[in-house]
């Protein structure tokens, strides 16, 4: 069995976590860019901070980074 990546979020703590943060509701009238999932962008957070490349150098597995 592989070892899971440090900046993977099980579904255990994601479950402690997606309640602490703020329900975003989408404007109708100027919506602006659609946000990335929560859940995505916390996992880029602990990437960076595991890895400390800049946000920009994300890899594209995490929903970011240049295509």
């Known amino acids: 069995m592989a070892r899971p990546k440090p900046w993977e979020v099980d579904d255990e703590l994601w ?6 943060l703020p329900r975003v509701e989408r404007r109708t009238r100027h919506p602006g860019r659609k946000r990335h999932p ?8 602990l990437f960076v901070l595991h890895t400390g490349i800049s946000w920009e150098h994300l890899p594209q597995e995490l929903g970011f980074g240049s295509a």
């Open 38 to 45: 929560d859940r995505l962008v916390f996992q880029g957070i």
């Open 15 to 20: 479950a402690v976590i997606a309640p602490l």
